[in-house]
């Protein structure tokens, strides 16, 4: 499946800390010797984390952080502009195979249900775990964001080149421009106003 993904550091970064909390739940399982399908889901959702990643736009930038970097091997070197010529933060098609977002959201409802079970148990407030399943949600959720299909029909077509290629939105493509980018930044950073608002000046 197709998703728009933007030239966006909050997204990867939230992306990126997916990393730490999976290898660590699977030296955990493999310590206590425990041939478990949870060990099997982790092991599969970090695979899919690895091939997510490799395909993500600009992933090579945001993962060693340096903006100094050559990104013509990363992405079609374009330049997006609305109707009324103002430049815009750019959008990358990007295919996801549905067995990796599949392995992804068993392993979230996986942490999802395990921190439910510890609280109940223990009476437990908000913790760690719930927030690492929050960020997990929010990310999957970004990735499960269904692309407005003019806007995406129209980004599909951007084809890679020595020069910069100037792509401009008709007036409905840019509405939808604006529509998904609000649900984007709504999904990632709702919930703490000063985030929500630095993180939607970006888009400005």
Same mark, same amino acid.
């Given at each position: 499946?197709?998703?728009? &993904?933007?030239?966006?550091?909050?997204?990867?970064?939230?992306?990126?800390?997916?990393?730490?909390?999976?290898?660590?739940?699977?030296?955990?399982?493999?310590? /206590?010797?425990?041939?478990?399908?949870?060990?099997?889901?982790?092991?599969?959702?970090?695979?899919? =984390? &690895? +091939?997510?990643?490799?395909?993500?736009?600009? =992933?090579?930038?945001?993962?060693?952080?340096?903006?100094?970097?050559?990104?013509?091997? %990363?992405?079609?070197? *374009?330049?997006?502009?609305?109707?009324?010529? !103002?430049?815009?933060?750019?959008? *990358?098609?990007? /295919? $996801?195979?549905?067995?990796?977002? !599949?392995?992804?959201?068993?392993?979230? %409802?996986?942490?999802? @249900?395990?921190?439910?079970?510890?609280?109940?148990?223990? !009476?437990? @407030?908000?913790?760690? @775990?719930? %927030?690492?399943?929050?960020?997990?949600?929010?990310?999957?959720?970004?990735?499960?964001?269904?692309?407005?299909?003019?806007? $995406?029909?129209?980004?599909?077509?951007?084809?890679?080149? %020595?020069?910069?290629?100037?792509?401009?939105?008709? /007036?409905? +493509?840019?509405?939808?421009? =604006? @529509?998904?980018?609000?649900?984007?930044?709504?999904?990632?950073?709702?919930?703490?106003?000063?985030?929500?608002?630095?993180?939607?000046?970006? *888009?400005?």
């Amino acid at each position: 499946m197709y998703v728009l &993904v933007p030239d966006d550091p909050v997204f990867f970064a939230k992306f990126q800390t997916l990393e730490e909390p999976l290898l660590r739940h699977l030296y955990r399982l493999h310590r /206590e010797g425990l041939d478990s399908d949870d060990e099997r889901v982790i092991s599969d959702a970090y695979d899919s =984390w &690895v +091939q997510v990643l490799l395909t993500l736009p600009l =992933w090579s930038r945001w993962h060693n952080g340096d903006t100094s970097v050559d990104l013509a091997a %990363d992405r079609p070197r *374009y330049a997006l502009y609305g109707a009324q010529g !103002g430049q815009l933060t750019s959008l *990358y098609p990007t /295919e $996801l195979a549905a067995t990796d977002l !599949g392995h992804l959201t068993a392993c979230l %409802d996986l942490f999802v @249900e395990a921190g439910r079970v510890r609280r109940a148990a223990a !009476g437990a @407030e908000p913790s760690e @775990e719930q %927030d690492l399943a929050d960020g997990f949600r929010r990310v999957m959720e970004v990735l499960l964001l269904p692309p407005p299909q003019d806007l $995406l029909d129209a980004l599909r077509h951007v084809v890679p080149q %020595d020069h910069v290629v100037s792509v401009t939105l008709s /007036e409905r +493509q840019e509405a939808e421009y =604006w @529509e998904f980018c609000e649900q984007f930044v709504a999904i990632l950073s709702s919930g703490d106003p000063f985030a929500f608002r630095s993180h939607r000046a970006m *888009y400005l």
